[in-house]
């Protein structure tokens, strides 16, 4: 029971940890950038997302959790840091470890280079080609010596991304921005919205 004990303290300080500097990373994210969002053109079509944004959504493949982020983006690229965690294996009698990831990198926006090298026009989608890399902790309740001495490593993960912007209703209420990612990371397919900071 002191195990059990143990290893609940030691997961909710490490998930604590996790989202202070998370929060920080987004603070930090969100005083480089100016709040930029999808806007429209005189047309009304909408333009491609650019700005700072809160990246949510559920993960699945490979296990079964939840995908935070924020993303900073940019016409060409974007600035990320994303913390994935996979927490299937505490809901089931299994000797998986359950995983939490913090991946900081960067994407080049495929179409963002079209868009500003050919003066083309927002598709109304984007695709991002993502590299990242960070420190992940697993950790179970059925943990054994081995398991234990396992439990850190240093991740890196190509991703891409494709993101759907929808118009603005109005002046003031913006279209939702969709995504949907596939890295290698598990979980590693993760769809949701990005939120404007």
Known sequence: MAVRTRCAAFCLAFCAYICAALLGWLALLSAL???????????GLSRAPEGTF???GPAVLGGEGVAVGGVMAGRMFTR?????????????????????????????????????????PYRGFDVDVALRAGPAVSFSTRDDLVARNNRFALLLEPAVRITHARPWKS?????RVWFAE??????????????PL
Do not use: C
């Not at 359950?98 to 083309?120: C, D, H």
């Not at 002046?171 to 279209?175: I, L, M, S, V, Y």
């Open 171 to 175: 002046a003031t209420r913006p279209g």
């Open 54 to 56: 809160v990246q949510v």
């Open 80 to 120: 990320e840091v994303h913390f994935i965690g996979d927490i299937e294996p505490l809901f089931r009698k299994s000797e998986d470890q359950s995983r939490v990831a913090l991946l900081v990198g960067v994407a080049v926006r495929v179409y963002g280079i079209e868009r500003t090298i050919g003066n083309v």
């Open 182 to 195: 596939l890295g290698t990371v598990g979980p590693s397919f993760r769809m949701g919205l990005w939120l």
């Open 33 to 43: 950038a100016p709040g930029v969002h999808a806007q429209t053109t005189s047309l």
